[in-house]
């Protein structure tokens, strides 16, 4: 089992960036695929990225692609997320996820999960 604590969320103007921490509990960090999902208020969760094991292997959401980018380090028990040219439509709650079986951009894939921490993008 592992749990999710994710951090570095905030307040941002459009255009600026933001890193999203992901710290994982447990000595059995390399064995998850992580993921990011995010949820704005009165839509359903949304899948950001994810990223394989090793690290070796990532895929985003298409209308996200050049612009976040997922990584992680093993030896830190931690996922990132980084989010460059941030625009007001960014705005929401970001979750780190985590399975032991299979990378997936279905949320419901995912049996593990942080408490999320809010993204917001002024214009």
């Known amino acids: 089992q592992v749990q999710l604590v994710e951090s570095g969320g905030g307040l941002v103007q459009a255009g600026g960036s933001l890193r999203l921490s992901c710290a994982a509990s447990?000595?059995?960090?390399?064995?998850?695929?992580m993921a990011w999902f995010r949820q704005a208020p009165g839509k359903e969760r949304e899948f950001v990225a994810h990223i394989s094991r090793t690290g070796g292997s990532t895929v985003y959401a298409d209308s996200l692609k050049g612009r976040f980018t997922i990584s992680r380090d093993n030896a830190k028990n931690a996922a990132y997320l980084l989010m460059n040219s941030l625009k007001p439509e960014d705005t929401a709650v970001y979750y780190c996820?985590?399975?032991?079986?299979?990378?997936?951009?279905?949320?419901?894939?995912?049996?593990?999960w942080g408490q999320g921490t809010q993204v917001t993008v002024s214009s």
């Open positions: 447990g000595r059995t960090f390399s064995s998850y695929v």
């Open positions: 996820a985590a399975d032991r079986f299979r990378t997936s951009s279905t949320a419901g894939n995912y049996d593990y």
